[in-house]
């Protein structure tokens, strides 16, 4: 069993940056590829990244790429985003998704685990 807790987001400007976290419980965080999804009001969840299970492979929606990092710290149990030159299209609550296997998915059905999301709004 693996729990997952967001934090960092926020509410930001246009053109700002923000660093959602998410710290996951369990000694086995290693073992799971993560993910980080978006759900703006009245759309389904979307993925935007992914980070194998070593950190050395990651994958991002195409909209958010050269803007977005995600990261992880296997000694901390945590995986990052780093979000900069963020538009009112990022407007979502952002969830962060475990899946066992070594490699991440951009596919909602692929992951084992959820947390409970957080709010990121940008104003235009």
């Known amino acids: 069993q693996v729990q997952l807790v967001e934090s960092g987001g926020g509410l930001v400007q246009a053109g700002g940056s923000l660093r959602p976290s998410c710290a996951a419980s369990?000694?086995?965080?290693?073992?799971?590829?993560m993910g980080w999804f978006r759900q703006a009001p009245g759309k389904e969840r979307e993925f935007v990244a992914a980070?194998?299970?070593?950190?050395?492979?990651?994958t991002y929606k195409n909209a958010v790429k050269g803007r977005f990092t995600i990261s992880r710290d296997n000694a901390k149990n945590t995986v990052y985003l780093q979000m900069n030159s963020l538009n009112p299209e990022d407007t979502a609550i952002y969830y962060c998704?475990?899946?066992?296997?070594?490699?991440?998915?951009?596919?909602?059905?692929?992951?084992?685990?959820w947390g409970q999301g957080t709010q990121v709004t940008v104003s235009s």
């Open positions: 998704a475990a899946k066992r296997g070594p490699y991440g998915s951009t596919y909602v059905r692929d992951y084992d685990y």
């Open positions: 369990g000694r086995t965080f290693s073992s799971y590829a």
């Open positions: 980070i194998s299970w070593s950190g050395s492979s990651t």
